[in-house]
């Protein structure tokens, strides 16, 4: 059983542009969530999708948006790109609820220069 | 506001030593919460799930438990190899979707 894959693994932008991330979760599994992680502040919640509705938001400025499409692979989109977006970007796919496990990917590093 | 705590942030053991590590949370009302291993520059590996009604789960060497009232959990790792050296982390799950709220982490080093 395939685990999540994210895409790109690496990424190095420019400050003010824009960058899409993706996530495939594990098959059958229709929650998928974002988080950013950083030395400082750690993990940290961006949103959650399920059956392509958003159903829960973290406290991120509107520069961080996400979808879900039909086969529950998810994108995560950051406008206007800072120094301080500069992350290890992981995403975890849950098969429904909060009652069950979180399966995280290997994540994307962006590094924003 | 749900918080939570895990200590020591980092940890280093001889080889062969039984450890804990712990993780504590300021509001009891959760679902569930989870242990996590992290090795450097990866994503998260999940380790152990215990709902919210259980009070302990057991993966190898590896047991973990939950007292929900009191607001805490401990993951006990049974005679330690240099391959456990990673970070662990704990996150809870306090709402109906997926949100986990994490702690920092504790750093562990296992040396040969």
């Known amino acids: 059983k395939a685990g999540v894959t994210q895409t790109p693994r690496y990424l190095i932008k420019t400050r003010g542009q824009q960058v899409t991330l993706s996530c495939s979760p594990i098959s059958g599994h229709r929650s998928v969530s974002w988080y950013q992680q950083t030395p400082g502040q750690g993990l940290q919640f961006l949103f959650e999708?399920?059956?392509?509705?958003?159903?829960n938001k973290g406290n991120f400025p509107g520069r961080f948006s996400g979808r879900q499409f039909s086969n529950s692979r998810s994108e995560m989109n950051v406008s206007t790109l800072e120094l301080g977006d500069s992350a290890l970007y992981l995403c975890?796919?849950?098969?429904?609820?909060?009652?069950?496990?979180?399966?995280f990917g290997q994540g994307t590093r962006l590094t924003v220069v | 506001k749900q918080e939570v705590t895990q200590i020591p942030a980092a940890l280093s053991v001889p080889e062969g030593e039984n450890l804990v590590l712990n993780c504590s949370f300021t509001d009891s009302a959760i679902y569930n919460l989870q242990w996590f291993r992290q090795d450097p520059g990866k994503g998260l590996t999940s380790l152990l799930l215990?709902?919210?009604?259980?009070r302990e789960q057991t993966s190898g060497r590896l047991n973990a438990s939950l007292d929900k009232s009191s607001g805490r959990s401990t993951l006990y790792i049974a005679a330690s190899q240099p391959g456990d050296s990673a970070t662990y982390l704990c996150a809870v799950n306090d709402n109906q979707g997926g949100k986990l709220i994490f702690g920092q982490g504790t750093e562990l080093s296992v040396k040969p």
């Open positions: 215990i709902q919210s009604s259980q």
């Open positions: 975890a796919s849950r098969a429904d609820g909060g009652n069950t496990e979180a399966f």
């Open positions: 999708y399920f059956s392509e509705t958003q159903r």
